[in-house]
């Protein structure tokens, strides 16, 4: 066959003159018992349909297979017989003593109908296949075989040998849990005509921005191995393996031999954990019944109980058809109500637990009328099973100054009747209260979380407008009302002496008061010039609007998100674009904001009498703040770098640096450290690391795959990340990039009728991921505000325990 016919036979629907069906194989074999003995078995199949000599790829192949099948402990040993001879596939009764078959052959038609019904029922018999590299172009007109392997080469793939990063997103699977996640190899890298992504199971891919992937790429989703159950069988591909060194490097021999031991049935492994039809996206609550919030008020977080109740916060706004109060002459401006829901997973009941009247009801429009106060934050005690104490982060009505356009901002402890899932709100102990500017809106942050220490982190926004710097560092000390400033994040994010633009940590007591744990940024007694000039609460200062924050229960790291400023585009004048951010924060630490952002890629200075003025770039390693609206501290701790940062433009956007080391900001000279990433309108919500719980019994509990991965997520659903990623623990707390992410999008839904916008989503004791979706309009609720749940439903591993060759485990 001519590389040219071979080529366009490489479709996934048979052409018009496509042989016909294969008959029925002569032999069958029975399904009661899969394929193998006692003695474990491998047949290597190199066949080929194409002319003149043999790849020098087959002996390679064979030696290193036959020298995996006489390593590792003696149960896990098997056998390799190697032909050519395609009618041993019309012997039913040879083939069925092998455990797994290889696949190591170029492309063409290797089988003829009759072979290949016997590898159809092969497969469904229970049996195992490898294939490796060119083995996705044999077979060029099966739709089946297509199946089997999971994706066919895409014409333009490179021909040449590169080296190339290899992403292993599998951490659990035997033909990749022992390999490095950044792996780094020589190989001939094939492109696909369908991405396969999420109808098998990937285990590894190829981060293309480490190689020329020539005009077939497939993008930063670029699958190489991944498997299947198949047909009653199970199937392992993997692109890699094109070269003849490859069967020498140690790593891709133990690639292959976990590929084996799975295929085999000497090993149990998952690979159904990332096709998408295993998950069920659930919608829970109803809409409203009309003028009430009896099902979900405006969605603005949610926890879970550890019996499987979700409780979920409406931060204020009330539906369309309830009026908005803005006249600050009127007593009652922007008094809403803050509604907590609960949502019974054994009732599938919706109950209104109670509703604080707060702050937070003042509609849309120019910032300057909206607000996003109200109700933010939802967290439950940690012995919430003995005390029913529920935490809430609100900003009472009670409390405005209408004179002064100020608010209180507070964290207080209510008790829930366990038995009525009613709120008890004469119970309310105030743990923690501070001031906040509420002239101009915005950026009030609202989440929560627990380490397992009871220390209590609370997220709080900057209290900041977004105006007045051009979508840049919020750093105007101009703007105030009655000599407050509202357009100086300095005066919060940036000051020591704030509690707004922080992650505080608090260590609550039983009778209402706080503790400080060790550890904080300050102590609350540093000094300047002979005055307090710390709060002892920061645990982090320098984040712009922290709407979402979590813990990872197995190591009390703190991961959070948050939204940034405006700018479209990068400034030579005023620095980089909007950086919507996430970070892994392994200590107390200053995160940059309004200072710096990214990679610590520094905004420039303002101050009076000139706002409009540029003065010199801020030192991120050396931060002051200089503004006339600061109280706290002039030297600042340095600016630790985050780990995901974008843009309008793309992911971690970068630029040449001067000897001073401030960026270029050209944004033609713009790199991206991370092409799976862009944004265009943007929110960033935070997610949790997903731990597997072992012991639990739940039917739809989430794979043991996704165990430590950090989910990141944004409000919107095109272009905006919605991705599960892996960090490396030797470099994260630092900033370092994520070595490994995949989409989401195809297991938790986006679109219209999906969760189109994400407001917060945590894991449940049962292992389902409860997700809140906001709705389609700002400062209200709708039809499209509910709460949802995606479960799973594709099983265990496989082969059952009953199948395993010799009774491996």
């Not at 369309?320 to 009941?349: A, F, L, R």
């Not at 709407?547 to 998100?561: F, K, P």
């Amino acid at each position: 066959m001519t590389a040219g016919f071979v080529a366009a036979g490489l479709m996934s629907a048979p052409a018009a003159d496509a042989r016909p069906a294969p008959e029925p194989p002569l032999t069958t074999m029975s399904v009661k018992s899969p394929p193998g003995g006692a003695n474990v078995r491998v047949l290597l199949f190199y066949g080929s349909a194409a002319a003149g000599d043999e790849s020098p790829l087959v002996n390679a192949g064979i030696g290193a297979i036959e020298k995996i099948g006489l390593s590792g402990p003696a149960d896990q040993r098997f056998k390799v017989e190697a032909t050519n001879d395609a009618s041993v596939f019309t012997n039913g009764t040879k083939l069925g003593r092998f455990n797994s078959i290889v696949f190591l052959t170029g492309g063409g038609d290797v089988l003829d109908p009759e072979q290949e019904a016997g590898l159809e029922a092969y497969m469904e018999a229970g049996g195992g296949f490898v294939g490796i590299h060119d083995a996705a172009r044999a077979e060029p007109y099966s739709d089946w075989f297509t199946g089997l392997v999971g994706a066919r080469p895409a014409t333009g793939s490179p021909t040449t040998v590169q080296r190339a990063v290899v992403e292993v997103g599998d951490r659990r699977h035997p033909a990749t849990r022992e390999l490095p996640v950044q792996w780094k190899r020589p190989d001939k890298w094939l492109n696909w005509a369908k991405n396969p992504s999420g109808s098998v199971h990937t285990v590894a891919r190829v981060r293309e921005a480490t190689y020329q992937p020539g005009a077939g790429a497939n993008g930063w989703d670029h699958p190489v191995s991944w498997c299947r159950d198949y047909d009653g069988g199970r199937s392992f591909y993997t692109g890699m393996g094109g070269t003849v060194s490859s069967y020498d490097e140690t790593d891709f021999r133990t690639h292959l031999r976990g590929a084996l031991l799975w295929t085999t049935r000497l090993s149990q492994a998952d690979c159904k954990a990332t096709i998408t039809g295993n998950y069920k996206a659930e919608r829970l609550t109803q809409p409203n019944q009309p003028g009430r919030n009896d099902q979900i008020g405006e969605p603005h977080g949610l926890v879970t109980a550890p019996d499987g109740r979700v409780l979920y916060i409406g931060r204020g706004g009330a539906d369309s058809s309830q009026p908005v109060i803005t006249d600050w002459n009127n007593p009652d401006i922007g008094k809403g109500q803050g509604e907590i829901h609960v949502y019974d997973p054994k009732t599938k009941k919706v109950t209104l637990a109670g509703a604080l009247t707060v702050f937070g009801n003042k509609g849309g429009g120019d910032e300057l009328i909206k607000v996003e106060e109200g109700l933010l934050g939802i967290e439950l005690d940690p012995r919430f099973e003995e005390n029913g104490w529920v935490y809430l982060h609100y900003t009472p009505h009670s409390q405005l100054d209408r004179d002064k356009r100020m608010a209180e901002r507070r964290v207080s402890r209510f008790t829930l009747d366990l038995a009525t899932n009613r709120l008890d709100l004469s119970s309310e102990k105030v743990l923690l209260k501070w001031p906040v500017q509420v002239h101009s809106c915005c950026h009030s942050g609202g989440g929560m979380a627990w380490d397992s220490q009871g220390n209590l982190y609370i997220a709080t926004g900057d209290n900041n407008s977004s105006g007045f710097s051009g979508g840049y560092s919020g750093n105007n000390p101009e703007p105030n009302y009655k000599g407050v400033s509202f357009a100086d994040a300095r005066r919060t994010a940036g000051n020591t002496n704030n509690l707004n633009g922080k992650i505080l940590r608090i260590h609550p007591e039983p009778d209402g008061t706080y503790t400080l744990p060790e550890g904080n940024l300050f102590t609350g007694r540093e000094t300047d010039e002979g005055g307090g000039k710390t709060r002892g609460e920061i645990y982090v200062m320098g984040v712009r609007n922290p709407a979402r924050i979590s813990v990872d229960q197995q190591t009390d790291v703190l991961y959070a998100g948050w939204v940034g400023p405006d700018a479209s585009a990068p400034s030579t004048t005023w620095g980089p674009a909007k950086y919507d951010t996430f970070a892994v924060i392994t200590k107390a630490s200053n995160r940059g904001w309004p200072y710096c952002m990214g990679n610590k890629q520094p905004y420039r200075d303002r101050n009076l009498p000139d706002p409009s003025k540029p003065l010199g770039w801020y030192d991120c390693d050396h931060p002051k703040n200089e503004s006339p609206n600061n109280d706290g501290l002039v030297n600042l701790p340095p600016v630790t770098g985050n780990n995901i940062w974008y843009s309008p433009q793309g992911g971690a956007p970068d630029f040449p640096r001067d000897a001073n080391g401030v960026p270029s900001y050209q944004q033609e000279e713009a790199t991206y450290g991370l092409p799976w990433l862009k944004g265009g309108g943007q929110a960033a919500m935070n997610g949790p690391v997903y731990r597997y719980d072992a012991a639990s019994s739940s039917g739809t509990k989430w794979p043991a795959y996704w165990d430590g991965k950090w989910f990141v997520g944004d409000f919107y659903d095109a272009d905006q990340p919605r991705n599960a990623v892996i960090t490396d623990p030797k470099t994260h707390g630092e900033g370092g990039l994520p070595v490994h992410s995949e989409s989401l999008k195809k297991i938790v839904p986006v679109g219209n009728d999906g969760i189109k916008n994400l407001m917060d989503w945590k894991f449940g004791p049962d292992g389902a991921l409860y997700v809140l979706d906001y709705g389609r309009g700002f400062f209200t609720s709708d039809a499209k505000s509910a709460l949802w749940s995606v479960t799973y439903t594709g099983g265990g591993p496989t082969p059952a325990v009953d199948q395993l060759a010799r009774g491996a485990q």
